[in-house]
């Protein structure tokens, strides 16, 4: 407890770094203020069904990804999802159009154009979500009498505007914080929202098992130590690396290279889970299709099958094609993001090569094999981790809004965000020769 509090006191004493830490604060506050303030027209009292509707299921997702914000049809309803959509659009984009890619190769200024490009995108998948949501209200539950003006344009029209300038600023706290805050804003946005319905889970849970003798406090421990094993399974899957060995040429007085043993030595570091969550939520994405195809075809006995199997998210035919189309989905995004031939062509441009391996083509191909063999068992490892929500609602019967937290994207984008602040708040300290929040030793005093 010493050394924790050894290095919030040292935390503190970067000047930098505590303005930083002041201003992440200071927006995300703004951020979890915003996501309860109520679209004007609507009458607050009547949104109790519309709550209801969205504690489980797809929709309970979506309500976790806003932070209540979609259960409370908030002004930031839509969250920072439409930004996220836009920025997986533009980068599949990325592969096919040859303006993008040329904008890859531009360096500082084709990022900040690709950033306005998917920023204009956002604003158009927004136009088209925000009067989808607004008639959804009826639909999950909101009376007509909850609408105070009414549901005609002098309604529609305000609220669109209020919603796409909602999901507008929260893009713009997201990246505010990556400037001048600490950590990637719109990761953190979407953290914050997460943690922000995990009290209430809990508790619920915990009056769930006390109250109704469903196994009282001995069980509600063993959640809580099964859910610290399932976030240390998930550290290890994000951390995991593979490193390949690679020998730098020496520099020679003559101003060549000499390639030998003396040149120095470094790892290229190939990830386990190279996708991330993306995997994930590409699969969220498509798994919406099953239901809407059973629904369309209801009068068949195949559609009626897939209406039922497919609604319920934590039901086994939902759950396998899920952990079948992550699998599939992490060996796509890691092909598209991960670039062995130009890894390749890097090393060699740089004077670099992995002992044994050739440089250029055969770097390549060695590098591509080794990101197929690793990717396997991340790949599975991932699937498991998504379905285990599921998993501990049929065989421990844990609610639905706290076995979210078991896994899926909820707990990898908590543990993933989490583990990136930690380390760029770490090199801060070390910058500053303090010891840092991921490694103990000998504390060193600044010089």
Known sequence: MKKFFEVISNIWKIDELRGRIIVTLGLLLVYRFGAQVVLPGIDTTQLAELSSSTESGILGLLNAFTGGAFANASVFALGIMPYISASIVVQLMGIAVPYLQKLDKEGESGRKTKNQITRWLTIGICIVQA?????????????????????????????VIILVTGCVFAMWL??????????NGISL???????ANMPQSFVQEFISRTANNTGGLMFMLIEVILWFLVILASVLLVMATRRIPVQYARRTASGGYEKN????????PLKLNASGVMPIIFAQAIMFAPGLLGRTFNNTAVGQWMEVQFQDIFGLAYNILFALLIIIFTYFYTAITVPTNKMADDLKRSGGFIPGIRPGKETGDFLDKIMSLITLPGSVFLALLAVLPAVVVKLMDIQAGWALFYGGTSLLIMVGVAIDTV????????????DGLMKSGKNRKVA
């Open 131 to 159: 009067p989808a949501y607004l008639y959804s209200l009826g639909a999950l539950g909101v009376p007509d009498s909850a609408f105070l003006l009414g549901k005609g344009l002098g309604f529609i029209v305000p609220s």
């Open 174 to 183: 997201g990246e505010k914080i990556t400037d001048k805050g600490i950590g």
């Open 189 to 195: 946005l979407i953290m914050i929202g997460i943690i």
């Open 261 to 268: 043993i003396a040149g120095s030595r470094q790892y290229i």
């Open 423 to 434: 380390q760029q708040v770490n090199s801060y300290l070390l910058n500053r020769h303090y």
